[in-house]
C-alpha cells in the first residue's frame, strides 16, 4: 500500500493522466446508460397513453352502463375501465379542436349532441394487446354501437418496430464504446507501467519475488479506479440534478425520475463498473509487469 501511494504521488502527472482517462470512460458509459433508461421510459409513457373505447348507443340505461362496466373489468388484461358521458365527450372534443374555428362553428349549428357514449378500457399490459382486442370482441352487447381497435394496433406495431430498432442499435453503439474504453483503460495502463520498465528490471534482477514486483501495481490499480468511481459518482449526480427538471416537465403525470432511476440501481450500476473497470486495470498491470520483468 505504502509503495503504491509513493508510486502515485511520485508519477503525479500519469495518474492524473490514467485518472482523468478512467473519468471520461465511465461518464460515457453512464450517458449511454441514461439515453436508455429515458428512451425506454419515454416508449412506456407513449404506451401508457393508449386505450381502447367502446362506443355505446345514446340514451342507454345507467343500469345497462354499469352492467357492461362490470364485465370488462373483470377481464384478466383489463387495468381499468372508465366511463365517458356524452356531455364529457363533448367537452374533451371542444378542447382537443378549440384552435380549429371551422369545427368550432360547425357544433354550435348542430343542435344536439353529435357524440355518443362510451367506454374506455385500459390495458393492463400493451404486449398482450391482441389478446384483449380478441376478449372485447367475444363480448356482444346490444348497447355496443361500434369498436375499432384498427388504429391502436398500428400505433403499437409501430412503436414497437422503433423500440427494437432503437434498442439494436443501443446495444451495438454500447458494446463497440465499451470495447473502446476497456481498450483506452487497457493501454493507458501499460503505458504508466511502461515508464516503470527499468526499475522492474532492477527489482527483478535484486531478488524481487512475483508478488512484491506486481502488488504495487495492482494496488495502485484499485486506487485509480476507486478514486475515478467516486469523481464519475459525483459529477454524474450532479449532472443528473441538472437534467432532472426539464425530464420532469416531459413526464409530467408519470412516475419517472432519473434521479431515482440511478440511485435505485445505484449498485448495479457503479458497483459494476468499479469491478469491471479494476478486473481490466488489474489484468493490464500483470500483464505489463510480467512482460518487462520477464516472470
Not at 378542447?95 to 344536439?112: G, R
Not at 394487446?129 to 384498427?150: A, G, K, Q
Amino acid at each position: 500500500m505504502m509503495f503504491s501511494l509513493q508510486d502515485i504521488l511520485r508519477n503525479i502527472w500519469l495518474s492524473i493522466v490514467t485518472i482523468l482517462i478512467l473519468i471520461l470512460t465511465l461518464i460515457s458509459v453512464n450517458l449511454l446508460i441514461s439515453v436508455q433508461a429515458i428512451s425506454t421510459a419515454a416508449v412506456n409513457t407513449v404506451k401508457d397513453k393508449i386505450d381502447i373505447s367502446l362506443y355505446l348507443q345514446s340514451n342507454t340505461p345507467e343500469d345497462k352502463i354499469t352492467s357492461l362496466k362490470a364485465r370488462l373489468t373483470v377481464l384478466e388484461n383489463v387495468k381499468d375501465v372508465r366511463y365517458v358521458s356524452q356531455d364529457q365527450a363533448l367537452a374533451a372534443f371542444q378542447t382537443a379542436h378549440q384552435n380549429d374555428p371551422k369545427i368550432i362553428e360547425a357544433l354550435q349549428e348542430l343542435t344536439d349532441n353529435p357524440l355518443t357514449p362510451s367506454l374506455v378500457v385500459e390495458p393492463k399490459n400493451t404486449d398482450n394487446f391482441e389478446v384483449l382486442i380478441s376478449e372485447l370482441n367475444r363480448i356482444n352487447d346490444p348497447i355496443i354501437e361500434s369498436r375499432n381497435f384498427e388504429d391502436h394496433r398500428l400505433m403499437l406495431e409501430k412503436i414497437d418496430d422503433i423500440t427494437k430498432k432503437v434498442s439494436d442499435a443501443g446495444f451495438l453503439v454500447s458494446s463497440i464504446f465499451i470495447f473502446i474504453s476497456l481498450l483506452v483503460i487497457f493501454n493507458t495502463v501499460r503505458v504508466g507501467i511502461y515508464t516503470h520498465r527499468n526499475e522492474i528490471g532492477i527489482m527483478r534482477l535484486v531478488g524481487a519475488s512475483n508478488w512484491f514486483i506486481k502488488a504495487p501495481f495492482i494496488v495502485s490499480s484499485i486506487i485509480y479506479t476507486l478514486l475515478s468511481m467516486v469523481v464519475v459518482v459525483i459529477i454524474f449526480y450532479s449532472f443528473l440534478s441538472l437534467l432532472h427538471p426539464y425530464l420532469q416537465t416531459f413526464f409530467m403525470g408519470y412516475n419517472f425520475n432519473i434521479l431515482t432511476y440511478f440511485t435505485s440501481h445505484f449498485w448495479s450500476i457503479f458497483g459494476l463498473e468499479f469491478v469491471l473497470a479494476t478486473m481490466v486495470n488489474v489484468i493490464a498491470s500483470l500483464l505489463a509487469v510480467s512482460k518487462y520483468s520477464k516472470v
